[in-house]
């Protein structure tokens, strides 16, 4: 799969102009087995390799805080979210761990929140009452889960709007998004990086929380409810 070029803008939407989408170049291999070999030198120190990551990762944040300053695609997304009657919020395999932390950010602000998990949510309970004020926020990164990309397609075609977050314009989250947030992964790691999507992340919680009807109230209340039931030490 092919991810963002260097030096480019790594953050763009489906209202871009086709020939204007960010151009992509090769990221390496997608699986940790065969990026071991590529990426990681033999007998490398700990020190060396702490360096190499570290550099990596700052460059992955910068680019993604850069494209901030020009490029309104994160809170195009915060809106659409802020001003849907109900969220939802899923990812499979790696990407359920963002799912997972983005439905419990947004939770404390917002009401109608829900992560499908298969379990307390489940797909086709959500896909047989699709409503047009309904948003699907879906996180997807390579190798693509098939069950993710089935969701977001059924989701859109049912009336839905969907914001995709997603490393690249080749991830088959693009066609059926509504918004779309693309956020580069380079990593001198076995694994794609995570900086930039958990900044992603931080960034829609707080734009969403500061726009949302009714979420200074909310707060205030769960934190009584906190108080109340003595949830921490």
Sequence with gaps: MSGIESGASPIGGPQDPPG???P???RGP???AARFGAS??????????QARLIRKERENLERV???????ESVA??????AGARRRFI???????AFAHLLDLDLSHGLSQVSLIDGQSTRSIDVLTDVRGTDVLVAFSLRRYRRETAELVRAFAQRGGTVVAVTDSTESPLVEPASELVIVPTDSASVTDSATGIAAVIHLLTALTTASAKGSRRRLTERESLIQEMGLYI
């Design 20 to 22: 204007e989408r960010t």
């Design 24 to 26: 992509q170049t090769h």
């Design 30 to 32: 997608d699986n940790p």
């Design 40 to 49: 990681m030198a033999p007998r490398a120190s700990a020190k060396t390799l």
């Design 65 to 71: 805080f850069a494209s901030f300053e020009t490029e």
């Design 76 to 81: 195009r997304a915060a809106a659409l979210i």
């Design 90 to 96: 899923v990812g499979h395999g790696r990407s359920a």
